[in-house]
């Protein structure tokens, strides 16, 4: 099964502002995630945030945030920034 992953208005301004090698690591894990679903523990420092949300690390200083509800294919990164600025 293919999913569909958006990446939000917000999470998108913020990935712009990243070093263009943390860019390159947002693309691969929405590659991923469109291929291989929300649940992605081959990520470093994945986890469930709720029974919704998840996140993972990009690098050291950035992480990115996506939602998913089960029975769904929509996968939405809404945040991708700086750790200390994350929504969690």
Not at 15 to 29: G, T
Request: proline share 5%; with cysteine; net charge positive.
């Amino acid at each position: 099964m293919e999913y569909e992953v958006r990446i939000g208005k917000t999470a998108l301004k913020r990935i712009m502002k990243a070093p263009i090698r943390v860019q390159i690591l947002l693309r691969e894990l929405a590659l991923d995630l469109r291929e291989k679903g929300p649940i992605r523990s081959d990520w470093p420092n994945f986890s469930a945030l709720s029974s919704t949300t998840y996140h993972c690390h990009l690098n050291y200083s950035w992480v990115a945030c996506w939602s998913w509800e089960k029975g769904t294919v929509l996968v939405e990164v809404y945040y991708a920034g700086s750790r200390e600025d994350a929504p969690y």
